[in-house]
């Protein structure tokens, strides 16, 4: 998945994942908005699973097994 950066002019960084919609997190460093921005993109994800809708965005990470 692709994280786009971008420095704002306050100084902090902002971190987004185009693909998921709301997954945009800031932080003082990009080390920090990275890390943010990967972990709501999680929770997100978890969330459409835990409701049951499709997270084609997880076919990469889990393959079960016929």
Do not use: N
């Not at 786009?4 to 100084?11: A, C, R, V, Y």
């Not at 920090?32 to 084609?56: C, F, T, Y």
């Amino acid at each position: 998945m692709t994280i786009e950066l971008e420095q704002e002019e306050d100084g902090r960084w902002i971190a987004e994942a185009p693909q998921i919609p709301g997954a945009l997190a800031y932080g003082d460093t990009q080390r920090e908005a990275i890390s943010k921005v990967e972990s709501l993109v999680l929770r997100i994800l978890a969330d459409r699973l835990d409701h049951g809708e499709m997270a084609p965005e997880l076919e990469k990470v889990f393959t079960v097994a016929a």
